[in-house]
């Protein structure tokens, strides 16, 4: 297999791995995403997660709602229910921990996708610039 379709491959295991990542976290357990479904549920706590400006609205029967709603923006969604891990993750323990080794998967796979990319940029790139050799050497030294 060419380097090519090795990247090609690891390219599709990343988004493959980001998409399972961000359908989890749209239909994580106890989460509400729209009023309607709120309709005679009494409000527990609401609290401001600051750094993203989104309010957590936690009902008493532990499900809750993000305000205003982030599906429209995966990072800011995955980023909202860790913010509200303090909160919830007694009662969604469970999917708190698959969320977290979705996250983890993710991170790895991205890590094995920027390493080939370096690698194909040295491949592609070597037969021209047999200077790439000795800085290579040189830079592998120098951070050792």
Do not use: C
């Not at 297999?1 to 357990?29: G, H, I, L, R, T």
């Not at 309607?36 to 809750?64: A, H, P, Q, R, Y």
């Not at 969320?99 to 491949?123: S, T, W």
């Amino acid at each position: 297999m060419s380097a090519s379709e090795d990247k090609d491959k690891m390219v599709a295991k990343k988004w493959k791995m980001n998409a399972k990542k961000v359908a989890f976290a749209k239909a994580f357990p106890g989460r509400v995403k729209d009023w309607n479904e709120t309709k005679g549920k009494k409000v527990e706590e609401v609290i401001k997660l600051e750094k993203i400006k989104i309010e957590l609205v936690i009902f008493s029967d532990t499900t809750f709602i993000f305000v205003p709603n982030p599906d429209d923006n995966p990072a800011l969604l995955i980023r909202s229910l860790l913010n509200a891990k303090p909160y919830l993750a007694s009662h969604y323990k469970e999917a708190y921990g698959t969320l977290d080794q979705l996250i983890g998967l993710d991170k790895e796979l991205q890590g094995m996708a920027r390493l080939e990319n370096i690698m194909g940029a040295i491949r592609n790139n070597y037969p021209e610039i047999p200077e790439l050799k000795t800085e290579l050497k040189k830079f592998l030294g120098e951070i050792e």
